[in-house]
């Protein structure tokens, strides 16, 4: 038996021979990282770890020899290395006999003690590697790390233990070819959105929208909408939100502010007369004399004459036409004319001053929008009596200076009034309209005169 370095036991020459093949294959390499004699690699914390020898190799020890484990091997020891310490057996002299056959009686003198002569051993104890010697005689663990005496590398850590120490890397670095690494933790995952490795350890943050959570690795969504960012509504999203805006706004550059949508911008038909934009909405408006229809964009005509909102005296007709009304004045005949109805005035045949002049002049009244489209038929003559052997002929005789109506005729009996040509408002035109009866039979011509007044509204509504 003799004594061998520290990380091995006691044993005989085959014995350590076969011990040192079962620590060979027991090296074992894991992700990479190959591990020193007497560890294993171990996945979960990614660190060489001791291997018990003493549990791993049944007969590590043989016959009356304990197996201690140490790190990076094991010790065979003796079980009463400790518990018995050496000591030399006492040299007693073999007793004195004395003689029968002398006649006198011997009492023999009691034995002396004989020095040896080979130095005495006074302490016996002895302490296996690891371990000194204190003054009560017991071995105590040597801390190799306090006293220096260990053969770690700069970038290593000792770790003492018992009867040994073991070379380890501190957290964020692992052991590689003998030299401790920074471990990237960037590369495994750890941090739930952003990581920055740092040496020994990493940093964690979160994208834009998110804050990081009390475990420093995972992220959690920002409710921005809590801070009211946006001038109207706010839907919060996962990392971001989104700002919408009421009806009638639209949302500005920016992305949080509402700014009015002018609808009036949008199209000119969108009211029949006026678009006023307000905050957030539209209003339609209409010239005096209309009102806003039910589906609040057209314009309806109010009639003065049937409210009584007018300024016609009893005496006076009111008339009403879009967007205004007129007061009409009493019929006035002019000599030779006498009037026969309220509307209608006539000359005598009997009378001499009637010769050449029509025989009847009816009033008519009536309103057209301004801008009418053309052609349109806006009046109709027709005859009420009819003569054997007679014809009509119808037509304009005066107020038709532009040239914005012609007669045409539909009937032997009737003719419509045409506007040709649209007429802006407002504006008042009379037009004479004549109907002249023709009898060759017996030799007779006459004619009848419609004085149609026409009031064209300000507006084509």
């Known amino acids: 038996m003799h004594l061998e370095g520290r990380g091995f036991r006691f044993c005989s020459p085959s014995r350590m021979l076969t011990a ?11 992700r990479g990282q ?37 790190n990076g091997g094991y010790l065979c020891i003796p079980r009463n290395l400790y518990n018995q310490p050496y000591r030399p057996d006492p040299i007693v002299p073999e007793p004195v006999y004395p003689d029968p056959s002398a006649g006198d009686s011997f009492v023999p003198s009691p034995p002396r003690s004989v020095e040896p002569s080979y130095p005495r051993v006074i302490s016996t104890a002895q302490c296996i590697l690891g371990y000194a010697l204190a003054e009560d005689g017991t071995c105590n663990d040597i801390d190799e790390c306090e006293t220096n005496s260990h053969h ?23 052991l590689l070819g003998g030299q401790c690494q920074d471990i990237d933790e960037c590369r495994y995952g750890y941090c739930q959105q952003l990581c920055a490795n740092v040496p020994g350890s990493y940093s ?113 007709v009111c008339f009403n036409f879009q967007g205004s009304y007129t007061c009409l004045n009493t019929l006035q005949c002019n000599p030779p004319y006498v009037e026969v109805s309220d509307n209608q005035c006539m000359c005598s045949a009997e009378n001499p001053a009637c010769r050449d002049k029509p025989f009847t002049i009816l009033y008519r009244h009536m309103d057209m929008s ?19 052997g007679a014809f009509y002929i119808f037509q304009i005789k005066s107020g038709n200076d532009g040239r914005e109506f012609y007669m045409r005729q539909t009937s032997n009996v009737s003719a419509t009034l045409v506007l040709s040509r649209p007429i802006k408002g407002p504006k008042k035109v009379v037009l004479d309209l004549e109907m002249v009866t023709v009898n060759n039979v017996i030799n007779f011509r006459g004619s009848s005169i419609i004085r149609l007044t026409i009031f064209v509204s300000e507006h084509p509504f």
């Open 20 to 30: 040192l093949v079962f620590i060979l294959l027991c090296v074992q390499p894991g």
């Open 34 to 70: 190959t591990c020193t004699e007497g560890f294993a690699y171990e996945r979960r914390t990614r660190q060489c770890i001791d291997v018990d020898e003493c549990r791993t190799m049944p007969d590590a020890c043989r016959g009356d020899m304990r197996c201690v484990n140490q």
């Open 152 to 174: 770690c590398n700069p970038t290593q850590v000792c770790i003492n233990t018992a009867g040994g120490y073991t070379c380890s890397c501190t957290e964020g670095y692992w």
């Open 204 to 316: 964690c943050s979160c994208n834009p929208g998110f804050i990081l959570n009390p475990d420093s690795r995972t992220c959690q969504d920002v409710d921005e909408c809590a801070d009211e960012p946006c001038s109207h509504g706010c839907l919060n999203t996962y990392g971001s939100y989104m700002c919408n805006c009421d009806e009638g706004f639209e949302l500005a550059s920016d992305g949080t502010t509402c700014i009015d949508l002018d609808e009036c911008s949008f199209s000119e038909f969108l009211c029949q007369y006026r678009c006023v934009n307000i905050p957030g909405s539209y209003s339609c408006i209409c010239p005096p004399g209309y009102y806003i229809y039910e589906d609040g964009r057209s314009c309806e005509d109010i009639n003065e004459c049937d409210t009584g909102n007018n300024t016609c005296t009893t005496a006076q």
């Open 370 to 388: 301004s801008g009418r489209s053309v052609p349109a038929d806006i009046f109709q003559m027709q005859a009420t009596t009819r003569y054997p």
